[in-house]
């Protein structure tokens, strides 16, 4: 069974930029799917990026395109979210996971991580 860990999140100002990581155990890591995901308080989890097993395929929610990229080190186990342009609704703790059927619902994605705290100030 994969056992992820995600490091990198803080405290931003809007505007600002922060790199979240994801260490992940695990032989076939290059196999499998994986997927960011966030949780603000009193929401329910969402989607936020997708990458196929070999990196070659994202996805991301409306909300994150084109301020997000996902991305992924098959060699080093890594899974990273690059955040610029933050928003203070991009506050959340945000968790990596294994994508173990297509799609973006938060039910698709195994074996999640502990989460790390994102907070992006006004």
């Known amino acids: 069974q994969v056992q992820l860990g995600e490091s990198g999140g803080g405290l931003v100002q809007a505007g600002g930029s922060l790199r979240l990581s994801c260490a992940a155990s695990?032989?076939?890591?290059?196999?499998?799917?994986m997927g960011w995901l966030r949780q603000a308080p009193g929401k329910e989890r969402e989607f936020v990026a997708r990458?196929?097993?070999?990196?070659?395929?994202?996805y991301y929610a409306d909300s994150v395109k084109d301020r997000f990229t996902i991305s992924r080190d098959n060699a080093k186990n890594m899974v990273y979210l690059q955040m610029n342009s933050l928003k203070p609704e991009d506050t959340a703790v945000y968790y990596c996971?294994?994508?173990?059927?297509?799609?973006?619902?938060?039910?698709?994605?195994?074996?999640w991580g502990q989460g790390t705290q994102v907070t992006v100030s006004s």
């Open positions: 695990g032989r076939t890591f290059s196999s499998y799917a």
């Open positions: 990458i196929s097993g070999s990196g070659g395929i994202t």
């Open positions: 996971a294994v994508g173990v059927v297509a799609g973006t619902s938060p039910s698709n994605f195994r074996s």
